[in-house]
């Protein structure tokens, strides 16, 4: 966790709807340089894999303990263990339908104990930091609502990241930051904040399929991008604009972080170029295994041609976000990718802040954010070679940016 530190330049003093003052950091306009050579600590996976352990299928997530030891999920169906040199520690999990057994797991997260949920087929599935299946976690989800559904499965994809032990946020696939409990039997999803919706994207999705397949699809949408912070709290942002907010452990917003970085008008390379990944995200929603059921692959059908239509059709906003991705780091800092020029617009600059509001400075070489921060300045990168095979690349931070 990161030290207590001043902020450089403080702004005014606002008052939130409870009544208690809400600071504003202006940051610096200018980039300020950073050096960060990445040293690589190991490699998984390629067509050059020795042992058959090392051989991937698809890796979607992954997650460090405070050990630095690495669990990454290789469906279809289990999780590999690593110390911090890349040797092999063991694997979790194996396909079936009993406790610690999975289906189609989607995600995994490491809880700051060392516990590891696999999020598979709407339950959470927790394991002891020894890798024996604990319990799991269910949740309920009513089939014909399409906003239960959407929950859960954009909870799947952003991976309910532990905001503490215990607890886990993800987003709501609309404009909300939700809240899960993980101690029960039962997960209780709660609102834990309520992000900025943009004018005329109000309630466009409001719960049934009729609503979601007649809604309009906008375009260039001011993302709600998010991580958790140490203590409970997240650092979020909801606007096309450079403001990172941050939260206190019980969703209030404490502070706001903003640079004098300008959106860019939208060109017309812009939109069809939103248009082409939003296209192939639908490619990448199909289901090659054959494990959905018959049932969920006929509404995914019918959604994923509603959803083709209303990607022709789209609407845009007038301007580009500036930013792209948040990420927290293990010690607490704040990573903020800004828009790269299409078509990479994952590979633009990333400026490192501390959450009370110092900018250390930009790292500006056309870097991807990692995939997760680990104790001791490791980081994860889930890649593809030259031969579409996975790779798990680990590298090591140089201080002063973890």
Same mark, same amino acid.
């Given at each position: ?20 003052a ?66 092999f ?29 696999v ?31 959407g929950?859960?499965v954009?909870a ?18 609309i ?96 939109r ?13 929603a =199909? ?19 509603a ?15 500036v ?13 903020v990718?800004? =828009? ?34 680990g ?14 095979v ?10 002063g940016?973890?």
């Amino acid at each position: 966790m990161t030290r207590t530190l001043l902020p450089a330049c403080l702004g005014a003093l606002l008052i939130a709807p409870d009544g208690r003052a809400q600071e504003t950091v202006e940051l610096p306009r200018e980039d300020r340089p950073l050096a960060a050579q990445l040293v690589e600590v190991y490699r998984i996976g390629s067509v050059d894999a020795v042992a058959e352990w090392q051989v991937l299928g698809t890796v979607p997530a992954a997650g460090f303990d405070e050990a630095g030891n690495l669990y990454f999920l290789d469906a279809p169906a289990r999780v590999v263990v690593v110390d911090p040199g890349g040797s092999f520690l063991g694997q979790i999990g194996r396909p079936g339908e009993g406790p610690g057994e999975f289906r189609r797991p989607e995600q995994l997260d490491v809880l700051p104990s060392g516990r590891i949920v696999v999020t598979d087929s709407f339950v959470f599935q927790i394991f002891g930091a020894d890798g024996v299946f604990e319990r799991t976690v269910s949740v309920r989800v009513d089939g014909s609502d399409i906003s239960d559904v959407g929950a859960f499965v954009r909870a799947a994809s952003f991976g309910a990241r532990p905001a503490r032990d215990g607890a886990a946020i993800f987003s709501d696939g609309i404009r909300k930051i939700m809240r899960t409990d993980l101690s029960s039997e039962e997960a209780r999803i709660d609102t834990f904040v309520e992000a900025w919706a943009p004018p005329g994207t109000e309630g466009v999705v409001s719960g049934s399929v009729a609503d979601v397949m007649s809604g309009a699809l906008w375009g260039l949408e001011p993302p709600l991008v998010f991580d958790a912070l140490p203590g409970g709290r997240v650092a979020f942002s909801d606007s096309s604009a450079y403001a990172i907010k941050v939260t206190g452990p019980s969703g209030e917003l404490l502070r706001v972080l903003r640079r004098p970085i300008d959106p860019e008008p939208a060109t017309d390379r812009a939109r069809q170029a939103e248009k082409d990944r939003e296209l192939a995200k639908l490619g990448l929603a =199909r289901d090659p295994s054959g494990r959905v059921p018959p049932n969920i692959q006929a509404l995914a059908g019918v959604f994923r041609a509603a959803h083709t239509r209303a990607i022709e059709n789209m609407q845009f906003f007038p301007e580009v976000p500036v930013l792209h991705a948040l990420r927290t780091t293990w010690e607490g800092n704040l990573w903020v990718q800004r =828009r790269g020029e299409e078509p990479d617009v994952d590979r633009g600059p990333i400026d490192v802040l501390t959450p009370d509001g110092r900018y250390l400075g930009t790292l500006d070489q056309g870097m991807r954010m990692p995939d997760e921060f680990g104790p001791d300045g490791l980081v994860v990168f889930l890649e593809r070679d030259e031969f579409d095979v996975p790779v798990v690349v680990v590298k090591r931070l140089p201080p002063g940016i973890r």
